[in-house]
């Protein structure tokens, strides 16, 4: 096929969002919108992706600053054709395909059918699809496949309103037809140059406008509402469990969140409830849930997660057991068979292989040896108000129940802390360290505290 340039039309407010944040940042399934078109355009290798930015621009830029797209800048937002106009400066001598940044369920495979159909004669050609409901989007006015025009739902008369085909936005100009968009007016309700007036441009020139109609409407929906964006965080999240059951992958049921990059290994099973979210990558055979939330987390093989358990930024490795009701927090890291029980809390840590921390626990900036045991109530005191401290338990040392350990501070391998104790100096290798007051017996209390009263 020729060369491509594909450009992707960001730079509208988005005012029926009602937000502060730039409508293609907005997020489905836990991946800001733009992000999605983006990749799909990636996947048909074009020279060059541009995506028109204004409206938030900064925040847009920033957001794509990774070196695949060239940024440009519409200044004010006076319409689709208008926006494409502003990519001319760094369109090569491609065909132009172009992507709406608030229609992100498109698929690749979609879009290289499409761009099959239009090689067969290289006209201006549109994607539409029916709808049920086709409130809001531009209705298509065809003769066989040929597109007469396309009116926005504003500018519509009553009999067009009820046309059920409608414009995804998705479309293909070659390069040599870039210049009708030139020729586009904004002679109309909105005061804005219209992309799809190029079909009324086109057809006064002799020339024709195709329509590639695509079977799955819910693919091409777009985004303008907070109500579509939870239609397609709905579509997208069936669409990501479909995916993963192909590949082996157990669900009790379809109430589990699973945002789209995130990998899951076979005979894996997820229990409902479950929130798994961001740069997220889950090994094989491990159980989750019900009721687990994980963002940014590494979980290897044969782990099993009970319920209620909340993690980010951590890396669990292979055999691990955690939960029910575990906190882990960044940088925590779980070595090998060790275990964390209910409420406890982790942060900054590597606990060793085969190491316990089964009840009410807090570990912070610290790192925990092989085979150790932590007690019940087990507090890392690492923060002095100002500054954080490490505390380092070496192998198989056992911690009684209801120790505080304030950091700085090393306990040294195969030592025991007496329960209860406060933990202030380095413990040496092999000794019992116990700093508790010692039990007093006091005889005839009770007798005498009546005779008080
Ligand atoms: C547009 C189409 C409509 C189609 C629908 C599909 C036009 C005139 N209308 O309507 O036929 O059915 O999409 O979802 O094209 N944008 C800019 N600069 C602008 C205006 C918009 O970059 O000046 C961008 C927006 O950020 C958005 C896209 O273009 O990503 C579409 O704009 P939007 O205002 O959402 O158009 P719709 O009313 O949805
Ligand atoms: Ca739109």
Do not use: W
């Not at 450009?7 to 999605?36: C, F, N, Q, T, W």
């Not at 937002?77 to 709406?100: F, N, P, W």
């Not at 491990?286 to 009970?306: A, W």
Request: aromatic share 6%.
């Amino acid at each position: 096929m020729k060369a491509l340039d594909i450009v992707i039309l960001a730079a509208g407010k988005g005012e029926r969002m009602v937000s502060e944040k730039p409508k293609v940042l907005h997020e489905v399934m836990g991946k800001p919108m733009i992000d999605y078109v983006v990749k799909a355009a990636q996947g048909l290798e074009p020279s060059k992706i541009i995506v028109v930015t204004g409206h938030g621009r900064e925040r847009v830029e920033a957001h794509l600053n990774d070196g695949s797209v060239v940024c440009v800048v519409q200044q004010d937002q006076k319409g689709t054709a208008h926006a494409l106009i502003t990519s001319a400066q760094h369109l090569g001598d491609g065909d132009i395909l172009v992507l709406y940044g608030d229609v992100p369920l498109i698929e690749l495979a979609t879009l290289q059918g499409f761009l099959s159909f239009y090689e067969d004669g290289r006209h201006i050609t549109f994607m539409t699809t029916d709808v049920i409901d086709p409130k809001g989007y531009g209705r298509v006015i065809t003769v066989g496949d040929d597109i007469i025009k396309i009116k926005e739902e504003i500018d519509a008369s009553p009999e067009e309103k009820e046309i059920r085909e409608i414009n995804t936005g998705i479309c293909i100009i070659p390069r040599e037809s870039f210049d009708y968009l030139k020729e586009i007016n904004a002679e109309n309700k909105k005061g804005e140059y219209y992309l799809t007036d190029i079909c009324k441009v086109a057809r006064n020139k002799g020339d024709v406008v195709k329509a590639y109609r695509h079977g799955v409407a819910s693919e091409v929906l777009g985004i303008n509402s907070r109500k579509e964006q939870t239609e397609a965080n709905k579509i997208m999240k069936q669409r990501v469990l479909e995916r993963h059951m192909k590949n082996g992958v157990s669900f009790l049921d379809n109430n589990v969140y699973i945002g789209s990059d995130v990998e899951i290994g076979k005979d894996t099973t997820i229990f409902p409830n479950c929130y798994i979210i961001g740069k997220t990558i889950i090994g094989e055979r491990v159980t989750i849930g019900p009721n687990v939330v994980i963002r940014d987390s590494v979980i290897h093989s044969n782990v099993n997660i009970e319920g209620f358990v909340v993690m980010e930024g951590v890396e669990l490795m292979e055999e691990v057991k955690v939960g029910p009701f575990s906190r882990l927090r960044a940088e925590a890291v779980i070595e090998k068979g060790a275990q964390i029980g209910n409420f406890v809390e982790v942060k900054k840590s590597c606990v060793g292989e085969n190491s316990k921390v089964n009840h009410l626990a807090y570990i912070g900036d610290a790192h925990i040896g092989k085979g150790v045991n932590i007690g019940a109530g087990t507090i890392t005191c690492n923060y002095d108000g100002v500054k954080k401290h490490k505390t380092i338990i070496e192998d198989n040392v056992f911690i009684g129940s209801n120790t505080e350990i304030v950091a700085p501070v090393t306990i040294g391998k195969d030592a025991v802390i007496g329960a209860g104790s406060t933990i202030t100096k380095n413990v040496p290798d092999d000794v019992l360290a116990i700093s508790r007051v010692q039990q007093k017996h006091i005889k005839g209390y009770r007798r005498k505290k009546k005779c008080v009263e």
